[in-house]
């Protein structure tokens, strides 16, 4: 029987909020990180793309990390992994001070009804637990077909980011181009529809 996989959970749910973690061993390596990585597609390409980089996704549901590690560990890859985790909540367990070279907020979940804007990911606290995990000259790169939810996050990063990370276009400003080679599956979506994409990278002062 095949096994049921869902396809939104609610992080706010008391049973998202409360839970033992395992976090990641850092290889030393350049680390990369992908919040809210589903199947994993993008740390497999990513990993191809960059293979001597270590490429770790987080992911609320636990049934896709799994997948993730067992695939990882069947092909040998030992610079891919993926930890069961809620980022609003366990960022800070996860990662030391300065480990982390670069945060990928690739399309996270729209949550449109406006009562549902609490369960977004991008938040004041989250900025505020990325920038701590970054190493310095560290990056933020978020990346979303949805205009106010990109603009939404822009806000966040905006007022909650400065003086310590920096919008690399300039202050409220989205990037015309992905300057990254490896894209998400939603990526590869909306790019073959031809829908646009709203992006932008934050960095960490030196
Ligand atoms: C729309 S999918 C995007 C998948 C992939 N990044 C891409 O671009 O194709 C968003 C993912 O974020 C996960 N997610 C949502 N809230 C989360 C949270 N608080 N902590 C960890 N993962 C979360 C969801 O389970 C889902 O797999």
Known sequence: MSKRIRHHVNPLSMSYLDFEISPPELSGHFTEVEIGCAEGEFLFERYGDCPDHQVIGLEIRRSLVDEINDKSRNFGLKGISAVFCNVNTHMTELFPAGSVDRFFVNFPDPWFKKDHHKRRIVSPALVADLISCLRSGGEIFFQSDIFDLAMDAMAVFEENGPPQIRNVSGEWSFMKENPF??????????????????????????
Do not use: A, D, I
């Not at 529809?193 to 992006?199: A, K, S």
């Open 181 to 206: 080679k490896t894209m998400s599956r939603r990526e590869r979506f909306v790019t073959e529809e031809g829908l646009r994409v709203w992006r932008m990278l934050y960095r960490l002062s030196c």
